[in-house]
């Protein structure tokens, strides 16, 4: 199974010059936990993603409304993304080594077409356990997958106290 057959394909985004208020808006209207962000020059390309729990932790630990707050001071950097065209098992692969439970899903030109979260692949798989027949997905590589995205980092007080 290909990930553009479970993908979500109309996901917000926000350009890179927005506010984590605007972040936020889009993720409460649309009853999602992140945002892509996309270039402001205009090429469509993705140069990070943003979730509900960066907006709350750059509040948090920069004191400030949201709408002082670039979606870029708060942003993951490094986009963990798959194509429309991969196999689901690479997608949850990817998920695995990340430890992310979304992936922007891309085309061949590399622009966003879709978002694929850890949930889409769950209601896949017993959808089909389900059905009874063959599975593509299975529930057994689900949990696999969100027992290692659910592994804990090493915290940040542990990190500053060595």
């Given at each position: 199974m290909k990930v553009e057959q479970l993908m979500t394909r109309e996901v917000r985004v926000c350009a890179e010059s927005e506010t984590l208020n605007s972040a936020a808006q889009l993720m409460w209207e649309?009853?999602?936990?992140?945002?892509?962000?996309?270039?402001?020059?205009?090429?469509g390309s993705v140069v990070g993603?943003?979730?509900?729990?960066?907006?709350?932790?750059?509040?948090?630990?920069?004191?400030?409304?949201?709408?002082?707050?670039?979606?870029?001071?708060?942003?993951?950097?490094?986009v963990i993304a798959c194509h429309a065209n991969d196999g689901i098992s690479q997608a949850e692969a990817l998920m695995r080594d990340n430890q992310v439970r979304r992936l922007p899903v891309l085309d061949q030109n590399d622009h966003l077409v879709g978002i694929l979260s850890l949930n889409d692949v769950a209601r896949e798989a017993q959808r089909e356990a389900s059905a009874g027949k063959r599975a593509e997905v299975t529930e057994d590589a689900v949990a696999e997958t969100l027992a290692c995205v659910c592994q804990p980092r090493v915290s940040h007080e542990m990190t500053a106290a060595a």
């Open positions: 649309s009853d999602c936990g992140c945002i892509p962000i996309i270039s402001a020059n205009g090429d993603i943003v979730t509900d729990r960066d907006v709350a932790m750059a509040a948090y630990t920069q004191g400030k409304q949201l709408w002082a707050i670039r979606v870029t001071e708060a942003m993951a950097h490094k």
